[in-house]
C-alpha cells in the first residue's frame, strides 16, 4: 500500500505540474499576440529606413557623420538581447553562445587585451556575463517592464554617445529574430559604424543623382541616428516576441510530456492496485480454506 501512495503522490504532482505548464503556455499565446503585432508593424518602418539610408549612401562619401566612420576595431561593444525570465527552452542560452562564439571568432584578441565590454538587455545575459567577470556595462532589466522606443532609445543614445567619444570602435548585437512561434533566428549585426549594404554599392555604381532638401548634411545628421535607434529598438522587439514564442513551445511540450508521463503513472498505479487486490483476494481464500480444514 506504501507503493500505491507514493504513485498517487506521484500522479497528483505531475498533475500539478501540467496545469501550471498549461497556465503559463496560455499567458505565453496571449502576449505572444501583442508582442508579434509589435514588430510585424515596426519592420516595415525599419526596412524603408534603412533602404532609404542604403540609396543615400553614395551621396554620403565625405559625410562628417561620426556614425558611418570606418575604424580598427580595438574597443568592441556587444549587445547581447535576452530575457529576464526562464522557462525558455534554449533561448537564452543560444543567445550567450552566439556572442561567445563572436567574440571568439572576431574579437579573441581585443578580449585578451580587456577590451571587449558587455551590454545585456536581459536579466538571463546580466548574470552570466557578471559572474564571469566581463565588462558588463549597465543594468538594463528593467526595459521589459515598460517596453518602449523611448526606454529603448535611452540604452542606444548611451552606446551612440560611448561611440564618438571613442570608448568603442565596433557595437554588434545579439539577438533572436522572430520568424514564428516555433522558430527564432540566431542574429547578429553591426550596429556602429553604420555598415555599408549591398545596396550602396550598386547605386554608388550607377551613379544616381538625388536632390536632397534641405541639405545632405542635415539628413545625415537626423536620419543616421534615427535608424540606429529603430535597429536595436527592432532588436529588441524580435527578442521580445522570440522569447514569448520560445516559452509557448517549450511549455506546450512539457504539458505534452506530463500527459505522456501521467500515462504511464495512471497504468502503473492500477497494475499496483490490481497486484494488491489479487494478493488480498488470495489471502482471504487461503484463510478461509484453512479454517475448513
Known amino acids: 500500500m506504501a507503493n500505491l501512495k507514493e504513485v498517487r503522490n506521484r500522479i497528483a504532482s505531475v498533475q500539478s505540474t501540467q496545469q501550471i505548464t498549461k497556465a503559463m503556455k496560455m499567458v505565453s499565446a496571449a502576449k505572444l499576440k501583442r508582442a508579434t503585432n509589435a514588430i510585424i508593424q515596426l519592420r516595415p518602418y525599419a526596412t524603408k529606413l534603412k533602404e532609404i539610408l542604403g540609396n543615400l549612401s553614395a551621396s554620403l562619401e565625405g559625410s562628417t557623420s561620426p556614425f558611418i566612420q570606418e575604424r580598427e576595431p580595438n574597443k568592441v561593444l556587444i549587445v547581447a538581447v535576452s530575457s529576464n525570465r526562464g522557462l525558455a ?14 567574440i571568439a571568432e572576431k574579437y579573441s584578441e581585443q578580449l585578451k587585451k580587456g577590451n571587449v565590454s558587455i551590454v545585456a538587455i536581459g536579466k538571463k545575459a546580466q548574470d552570466f556575463y557578471e559572474k564571469r567577470n566581463y565588462n558588463v556595462i ?3 532589466n528593467e526595459v521589459y517592464a515598460d517596453l518602449s522606443f523611448e526606454n529603448v532609445t535611452k540604452i542606444t543614445e548611451a552606446i551612440m554617445a560611448g561611440f564618438v567619444a571613442g570608448k568603442y570602435d565596433r557595437v554588434e548585437v545579439v539577438y533572436n529574430r522572430f520568424k514564428n512561434a516555433a522558430v527564432q533566428v540566431l ?5 556602429l559604424p553604420l555598415p555599408k549594404s549591398e545596396e550602396a554599392a550598386s547605386t554608388k555604381e550607377t551613379n544616381v543623382d538625388y ?9 545625415v545628421t537626423q ?10 529598438y527592432k532588436a529588441v522587439l524580435d527578442s521580445h516576441a522570440s522569447e514569448h514564442g520560445a516559452r509557448m513551445t517549450s511549455m506546450d511540450k512539457a504539458t505534452e ?3 505522456d508521463l501521467l500515462k504511464s503513472l495512471k497504468l502503473a498505479y492500477n497494475q499496483a492496485r490490481q497486484a494488491a487486490i489479487t494478493t488480498e483476494l488470495t489471502e482471504i481464500v ?3 480454506a484453512a479454517l475448513n480444514g
Open 257 to 259: 510530456n506530463a500527459g
Open 89 to 102: 527552452g534554449a533561448f537564452n542560452m543560444n543567445v550567450i553562445k552566439t556572442t561567445n562564439n563572436l
Open 187 to 191: 542574429t547578429s549585426e553591426q550596429l
Open 286 to 288: 487461503s484463510g478461509a
Open 138 to 140: 549597465g543594468n538594463n
Open 211 to 219: 536632390i536632397l532638401e534641405p541639405s545632405k548634411e542635415e539628413i
Open 223 to 232: 536620419l543616421i541616428p534615427k535608424s540606429i535607434k529603430i535597429q536595436l
